[in-house]
């Protein structure tokens, strides 16, 4: 059952990336630092890379796997915990590793994972629910969007590692 739960997901979401003519949602000319860029909803996370020194490294050949908050799901951290992290970078920086996978893994992929461990060293956890499909409590809104050097799935909350 969770197999055919699965793949339905899986179905959904490839149907959910038609591509526009001229292929929008992919850009694998560019990195994927580049297309967060290019996308213009991710400013606040492409302004923390760079703050917390990550754009160099996310512009390797990787391949990469980013679980990418949206400018809106930023605005859902409460002020007092972003201007944490904007004074602490290497908590900064730990909070956004949590949001990159090794390897590329596509949406169809993911729905079959129940975890996927992170350049932070921890792990998120993986559900399918229905059509969605959520990391830790955060849902993913757009997948697969393509880069020169991994993929891109859209999320609209900040992900935050476990302290321990």
Do not use: C, W
Request: charged share 20%; no cysteine.
């Amino acid at each position: 059952m969770r197999k055919l739960i699965a793949l339905t997901a899986a179905a959904a979401l490839a149907a959910s990336l038609a591509v526009t003519p001229g292929g929008a949602r992919t850009y694998e000319n560019k990195n994927v630092v580049q297309t967060a860029a290019a996308a213009g909803q991710f400013k606040t996370l492409t302004k923390l890379l760079r703050r917390a020194g990550l754009v160099g490294a996310l512009q390797q050949p990787g391949p990469y796997t980013v679980f990418a908050p949206t400018d809106a799901a930023f605005k859902k951290v409460p002020k007092q915990k972003l201007n944490m992290l904007l004074r602490n970078k290497a908590k900064l920086k730990a909070v956004l590793l949590y949001h990159v996978v090794p390897g590329k893994v596509a949406a169809a992929d993911v729905v079959k994972l129940s975890s996927a461990k992170t350049l932070n060293g921890k792990s998120l956890r993986i559900r399918v629910s229905g059509m969605n499909v959520f990391v830790n409590s955060a849902k993913v809104t757009t997948p697969d969007v393509m880069a020169s050097n991994g993929v891109i799935h859209v999320i609209n909350r900040v992900l935050i590692p476990p302290a321990r």
